[in-house]
């Protein structure tokens, strides 16, 4: 194949071949062993770097998920600190309502017997 943007060959391994038996095919003539070593070698470097960057962006997408997880954890944190809270105020407010009758009906019994 021609590259279009530097107009030079580029040769390119059918999907599944392996590089060896695919370079023994273009190994040109004179070049012997120590072309397809050093083809071999960038291969590999190549691929150590393609893992090595696919595992960063691994770690990143972890680290990604679980921010979002902490935050879910901590909304919900809140939403029960707020349940909590309006739950605390209204046994607050029954225990006030109940003191005030209970102040109300002695007023009446005093009252009552002092006459």
Do not use: C
């Not at 999907?15 to 397809?36: A, C, D, H, V, W």
């Amino acid at each position: 194949k021609i590259d279009a943007k530097t107009s030079r060959a580029k040769i390119e391994a059918p999907r599944g071949t392996p590089l060896i038996k695919f370079m023994n095919q273009i190994t040109p003539s004179g070049r012997g062993e120590k072309y397809k070593q050093d083809i071999q070698e960038e291969y590999d470097r190549a691929m150590k770097i393609a893992d090595a960057q696919l595992m960063r962006l691994s770690g990143e997408r972890m680290q990604m998920v679980a921010d979002m997880h902490q935050n879910q954890i901590e909304e919900e944190g809140e939403i029960i600190r707020d349940i909590i809270t309006q739950k605390n105020q209204m046994v607050d407010s029954v225990i006030s309502m109940m003191n005030q009758s209970f102040v109300t009906s002695q007023k009446i019994l005093a009252s009552g017997f002092t006459r």
